[in-house]
């Protein structure tokens, strides 16, 4: 199981990113996948997952202003975030749990398969 995230990069604070997390070499069709973060000096933190029936779920700290998708056949889940802060700049990954595991709010403990990350940095 690979997963390659992309779409990092800065941006002003009210601004938008959409980070994609692509599987390389297996069907993403049974992977619940989550999306995490890591801010400098700080632990990983769940953002928001998706189960692999569709069902999304989101921390607080990020509930409307970012939304998470699949598209299956592209192989590909995003993560639409709006209305930046700069509180938001850190690492993140994207990352698969176990196929057709129950989910619901991102645990670091859930999640198997990592990618590597891409950098998300808010200022102006």
């Known amino acids: 199981v690979q997963l390659v995230e992309s779409g990092g990069g800065l941006v002003q604070p009210g601004g938008s990113l959409r980070l994609s997390c692509t599987a390389s070499?297996?069907?993403?069709?049974?992977?619940?996948i989550g999306w995490f973060r890591q801010a400098p000096g700080k632990e990983r933190e769940g953002v928001s997952a998706i189960s692999h029936d569709g069902i999304a779920y989101y921390m607080q700290t990020v509930k409307g202003r970012f939304t998470i998708s699949r598209d299956n056949a592209k192989k590909t889940v995003y993560l639409q975030m709006n209305s930046l802060k700069p509180e938001d700049t850190a690492d993140y990954y994207c990352?698969?749990?176990?196929?057709?595991?129950?989910?619901?709010?991102?645990?670091?403990?859930?999640?198997?398969?990592w990618g590597q990350g891409t950098q998300v940095t808010v200022s102006s």
């Open positions: 070499g297996f069907s993403l069709d049974d992977y619940p």
């Open positions: 990352a698969a749990a176990a196929p057709r595991a129950r989910i619901g709010l991102p645990r670091v403990q859930d999640y198997k398969s």
